[in-house]
């Protein structure tokens, strides 16, 4: 899976075969630094992985000793224009920095920034998107394209390269799902370096997890991306739910629970649209490696329940709890989740 290349961002390995990892991005104001801490904490219990947070200021500097001291998992500062920044985020103790080296200034800057990653051991991401393209490589395109979207890629790392720093990661993000899939096959042949996966400005929770879905899981499924970001405007704890559905239902993350419920149809007696939601959010946070079905009824419910570890399927008022295939329990329709969350329990 993923590129040739690896790094790693703290105690979390990227690329070169290594599971695909999940991240977020704070969004409290980062003068908020008991809000951010507050919501950095919540990310990493929703199953985030890494963790970036602006850092606009030399204030803001003070947030990545804060989040080191509550959190296991890495931070990465995300910074623009200022080198000072980043140079103060690698003596706070940063995992990693999120930089666009030609944003940054002449080479001495570059270099600086470059020679303390490199002190320290600390990955740079560089993440281009189609509003950020350099004036030469919209004149010889045109406009924005995948290619050059990749082209500005790799002219940055190239910047880091002069320099000996190779310890990037790659993103190019746009908005558009078909535009954002081309880069990253582009990319993925042109360079070797990991790839961090997203569409941004993907929009609310809707439709930006349809898109993330759609741009994200195409690229996965042909063994392109290492890491992700769900980008959505909404709480980010809900990006982390839906990236970690998409490597479940792409096959690429076996911990947690597999969910799978019918679509009901004319012959279901029972609520399951109501029944389905309840038992999906209750086990939301359940960390069990089980298969739970919620079926309608026993037309498919039995044979769907005996590829399940456990499993519901809807009678007329009543219901059928399942373990492998064998009923367990008959229970009228108001107890059923309970009784299914109490099979769960005995796992």
């Known amino acids: 899976m993923g590129s040739k290349k690896q790094v790693k961002v703290g105690n979390v390995l990227v690329g070169g075969g290594a599971q695909v990892s999940v991240q977020s991005m704070l969004n409290v104001p980062s003068t908020d630094i008991e809000g951010s801490v507050k919501q950095a904490v919540e990310l990493e219990k929703a199953g985030c992985q890494i963790i970036r947070a602006a850092i606009p200021n030399k204030d803001a500097v003070k947030l990545i000793p804060a989040l080191k001291q509550a959190l296991t998992i890495p931070v990465v500062a995300d910074i623009h224009f ?18 666009n080296p030609g944003n940054i200034g002449s080479d001495d800057r570059v270099k600086a920034v470059a020679d303390a990653c490199r002190q ?15 004036k030469e490589i919209l004149a010889k395109y045109g406009h924005p394209t995948p290619q050059a979207l990749c082209d500005s890629a790799l002219y940055h790392a190239s910047l880091l390269e002069k320099f000996d720093f190779n310890d990037i990661v790659l993103s190019m993000k746009s908005s558009t799902v078909p535009f954002m899939v081309k880069a990253y096959e582009l990319a993925n042949e042109q360079c070797d370096y990991p ?36 980008s959505l405007t909404a709480d980010p704890v809900k990006e982390i739910y839906a990236a970690n559905d998409i490597l479940k239902a792409l096959g690429l ?27 999906e959010n209750r086990l939301k946070d ?8 919620v079926m309608g009824c026993v037309v498919n419910g039995p ?41 769960i329990d005995k796992l």
Not at 253 to 270: A, E, L, N
Not at 286 to 293: E, M, S, T
């Open 82 to 99: 200022d080198y000072k920044l980043a140079l103060e985020a690698c003596a706070a103790g940063v995992d990693k920095i999120r930089i």
């Open 286 to 293: 359940c960390k069990k490696n089980i298969k739970v079905a």
């Open 303 to 343: 044979g769907e329940a005996r590829e399940a570890d456990i499993g519901i399927a809807g009678g007329d008022g009543c219901g059928l709890v399942f373990k492998k295939g064998e009923v367990i329990r008959k229970v009228p329709e108001e107890q059923l989740v309970d009784a299914l969350m109490d099979e």
């Open 120 to 134: 320290r051991n600390i990955p740079i991401r560089i993440g281009v998107n189609s509003g950020s393209l350099e």
């Open 253 to 279: 993350k076996k911990s947690g629970v597999q969910f799978v419920s019918c679509p009901t149809c004319g012959r279901t007696r029972i609520d399951l649209v109501k029944i389905a939601g309840e038992v």
């Open 195 to 230: 790839l961090h996966l997203g569409v941004t400005e993907a929009g609310t929770e809707r439709m930006g997890i349809i898109k993330s879905a759609a741009g994200i899981g195409s690229l996965l499924l042909h063994g392109i991306g290492d890491t992700i970001r769900v």
